[in-house]
Structures are given as C-alpha cells and as structure tokens.
C-alpha cells in the first residue's frame, strides 16, 4: 500500500491536502519532522478505512474478467461480493465481552450525578459504539461539549480519520499521555471545515472558494477562535481538550492504538482465494468440461437421447470418440480452509467455534480456549475505563465551567466498573457462595452471587437494607411477645418446690403461671 504526504482532503480542483491542514500545528511537533507525522496519519487513515470495509465484507478480492464470471460474479456492486468473512466474529467477539456497568466517584452524590449524566446521553450504546470502533480501527474518540438548551454536558462519539473525515490526535512526543492538539476533518456538503482543539481554546477554519486553502470561519455564534476555559476568557484555566483518546493495545513505543485484524487480514486473503478455488473446481465437478473428438454433439443433450457419429458412414482412418476432463479434489481446498481459520482463531485469540473451537466441549476446556481472549479484555478494560474515566472528569470541567448554578457534586476521583467477560456457569457460582455462606458475611455473599443477577452495588446495598428491616421488625415482635406473656403471668409468692417448678418452666418456654399451679 503507497502512502503520500499530499492526500486529497476536498473535490475541488485544487484541494486541500493533509500536509496543509498539519502546518497550523507544526509547532506541536517536537520528535518528528512535518512530512514523517503527515505520511504516518496518511498511512493510518488508509489502515482505518482497510479494516472498515474488511468488517463490512468488501475485501481485496483481485478476481479477472474470466474468474467473475466463472464464478458468476458482476464487476461491481455489494451483491456480487464472494468472501467467508471472519473479520467481524472477531471484533464481535471481543466487543460481547465488554460492558461497562457504571463510572463510580469516592461519594454517593457525585456518583449520582455520573450516573444521571451516563444515562441522558445514553451511554449504554454509546459504549458499544465506542468499544468496536477502538478494537476495529485502533483508536476512536469520544468530544465532551455543554448543550446550552438542556445546560448538560453531552457525548459524541467521533471515530477516527479514514484518509477523508476523522479524528487525528497529535502529541509531542511518546511518552507523551495526552495529545497537545486534536484535529477534526468532515465536510457540509462540498465544503471541508477543520477544527483545532487545544486545552485552552478552539480554532475553526473552512475552504476557500476553490477549495485549494484554509481560512478562518465565524459564524454569528462564535468567532474563529473561541476560548476553551473556566471562566471562558482568554488567560483563564484552560479545561483541557473535549476529546477523549480511547486505544486499542497502545504500547509504550507509540500514541496510538494496533486493531485486532491488522494479523488477521493476509489469512482472510488466504481463505477468499482457497474459497475462489474450491468453488470453480467444485462448479467443473458437477458440471464437467467434455470432449469430442471427430464429429459435433448436439448443442442441445438429454436423458435417453440418441446420438448419432457419421450417420452416413466414416473414413478407415477416421477417429470419432469423447472424453470428460479430469474432475478435481475438493478436500484439499476444504482442509486448506479449515486451517487458515484456525490459525485467524489463534493469531487473534479468539476462541470462538468458527476457528475450530468445539460446541460440545467441556467447560473446562472452554476456559483454556479463552484465557488468551480474557487476558486480551482485560488489559482493553483497564486502558479503555481510564479513558472513560478522562471522560467524565472533562464533562465534570464542562459543567463546572458553563453550568452556572447547576454545579456537579465535588470528587476525588471516578473509577469504572466492568461486567466480568467470563463465561459463567450461574449454577456454579451459587453453589460456590452458598458453600461459603457460614465463613462470609452477607455483603460477601451477595457480592458473589451478584453477576448472576446482575445486580450493582447499589442493589446489593438495598437487598442488605431489605434485610436489616425486616430483622428488625422480626425483633421487635418477639420483644412484644415477650414483655406481653410475662407481664401477664401471675406467680405465686411461695418459694421452694413451687419456684423450681417455676424456673423449670421458664427454661422449657412453657406458661410459668400454669405449671406452678399444677404442682
């Protein structure tokens, strides 16, 4: 795949390149030159919009005019597409296994207000969103900005630059943990718009007329350069960049996320030849090439019919015979296919039956198959709910700043929550907690059991509280019962025998008054 550093950002005659668009930040550039940022972003872009299409199914398929139409295939067109597609199990797979349950403060008000602010916008398919673009692409974003009619902090979701329209995030170095600028590239109609933005304002630029440059765009709302503050004036506390870097396998040698079909993609190739070949060999099986040898077959053969050789008589040292062509072998190709999605099941860790897993395997065995994939979510989950976390402080800031009196609740710090991406045998787990029910205490119990149910922390909390009640309720029933029998038995003032008899009865929780009587 050829890269450039001039890609073409506009249809006008004269657009607007990558190239031109990265000088306004070329100052933020401190380990690369301009020309080695813009031909990474450029071969980024091209990568992004490769896996888009290979999770759609649209793949490289390099198939002649003949291989078409051997295989019945118009030239274009999403209907004449002829792949096995496993690109998308695999994003699938791992995306099922991701969930986040809640954004918890280290208070009950501001988690509330997490909570509130999660679900106005959504956030329940926004995070799904956001989790497959990140394991698709490599990296996507999420823009934190305040709705001036519901004086809210929204989200949305803005995935990465494909080469066209996008996200590009810039940072000075690599070791760098926030970018110190990000870009946004899309278009209203013919008209490219570019966005700047910095920790402590915004630059908004559109196209020229020809389309061939940038220039600064107002509007009657806001002027070019906006400031991005706490007190929204220029030299004020700068908020931070609204957009949030969520990566898929960032490492400590780049800023940017690795997709999980970056390995995956030259063994689907693989498999879209084998399944080319299997097919035209198995459609020459059925339907063989045959061939005559001095004389002409009927154009058209049925059932029964007769054919006749020269009718008329043939020459001494004439020929006259037919033949079929050798037919192929198909299970070469089938064990060819079978192996390559093995090997995309292993490469990938994808223990999903596609890849030769097992349906009938023992539970066991199913979870040897998925500790490469736990492993793998896992480390997603603790990257991806820190940059859920980034999230909720910058709409914190946000509402702080522009919220007026509506201000959040105080914090120290957010943490995420995820559901566990095992798989669970629930009757397992409950006959583990109940085994463990004697050693535990109620909290710990309920804990266990929790991802059964599905139950949060704050349903544990009122399952506990439930329960306490009616404890206490119990309690003083049985307090009532008590001070009522007692205060109601008339004792005898005697002592000796008729005492014993008393304390005897008291112990059996007999009526003491009946049994003193009777002795």
């Not at 600028?181 to 109609?189: D, L, N, Q, S």
């Not at 023992?362 to 997603?380: C, D, H, P």
């Not at 005897?504 to 009526?511: C, I, L, Y």
Request: with cysteine; charged share 20%; hydrophobic share 35%.
């Amino acid at each position: 795949m050829t890269t450039t550093a001039t890609t073409e950002l506009s249809t006008a005659t004269n657009p607007v390149t990558l190239t031109q668009i990265a000088e306004h930040v070329q100052s933020n550039l401190k380990d690369t030159s301009l020309s080695n940022w813009v031909s990474e972003q450029d071969t980024r872009g091209q990568l992004v919009m490769l896996f888009r299409q290979y999770a759609d199914g649209e793949h490289r398929a390099n198939l002649t005019t003949e291989m078409r139409q051997l295989l019945r295939l118009g030239d274009t067109g999403i209907l004449n597409r002829l792949n096995n597609n496993y690109m998308d199990i695999i994003i699938q797979t791992m995306v099922n296994r991701l969930q986040v349950t809640a954004i918890e403060a280290d208070n009950k008000n501001a988690t509330q207000w997490a909570e509130d602010l999660l679900r106005n916008n959504r956030f329940d398919a926004m995070q799904g969103d956001v989790h497959e673009a990140a394991i698709r692409d490599a990296d996507t974003y999420v823009m934190s900005y305040f709705d001036i009619t519901t004086k809210q902090t929204r989200f949305c979701h803005e995935p990465a630059y494909d080469g066209t329209n996008g996200v590009l995030a810039l940072y000075e170095s690599t070791t760098d943990t926030l970018p110190s600028v990000v870009i946004k590239i899309w278009r209203i109609g013919s008209v490219l718009r570019v966005n700047y933005y910095y920790s402590d304002h915004l630059e908004r630029y559109t196209t020229t007329e020809d389309g061939s440059s940038l220039i600064e765009y107002a509007s009657e709302e806001q002027d070019p350069v906006v400031p991005w503050t706490m007190n929204g004036k220029e030299g004020g506390e700068p908020l931070g960049i609204p957009i949030t870097h969520f990566k898929n396998r960032s490492n400590g040698y780049s800023n940017y996320g690795r997709s999980e079909l970056i390995n995956a993609i030259p063994l689907q190739d693989a498999i879209n030849r084998t399944l080319y070949s299997l097919i035209m060999t198995s459609e020459l099986t059925g339907f063989p090439i045959r061939i005559a040898r001095g004389f002409e077959p009927p154009a058209g053969i049925t059932p029964g019919m007769w054919v006749t050789i020269a009718g008329k008589g043939m020459q001494k040292d004439a020929i006259a015979d037919a033949s079929t062509m050798e037919q192929g072998e198909l299970t070469a190709y089938l064990a060819s296919l079978g192996y390559y999605a093995n090997e995309i099941g292993k490469i990938t860790q994808t223990p999903s039956p596609e890849f030769g897993g097992n349906d009938n395997a023992s539970g066991e065995a199913l979870k040897q198959r998925e500790i490469g994939l736990i492993g793998k979510v896992k480390r997603f989950q603790v990257k991806c709910g820190n940059a859920w976390e980034d999230m909720i402080v910058m709409a914190h800031r946000i509402q702080s700043a522009f919220g007026g009196g509506d201000a959040p609740p105080k914090y120290t710090r957010f943490d995420t929550r995820w559901a566990d991406p095992e798989i669970r045998n629930d009757a397992v787990t409950i006959a583990n907690a109940v085994s463990l029910v004697d050693h535990i205490g109620e909290r710990a119990f309920l804990e266990l059991i929790a991802p059964v149910f599905k139950w949060d922390k704050k349903k544990i909390d009122e399952v506990l509280a439930e329960k306490t009640k009616a404890k206490e309720g119990q309690l003083a029933r049985i307090a009532g019962l008590g001070v009522n029998r007692y205060n109601n038995a008339q004792l005898p003032a005697n002592t000796g025998n008729n005492q014993q008899v008393v304390n005897s009865a008291e112990q059996n929780g007999t009526n003491p008054t009946v049994q003193a009587t009777a002795a």
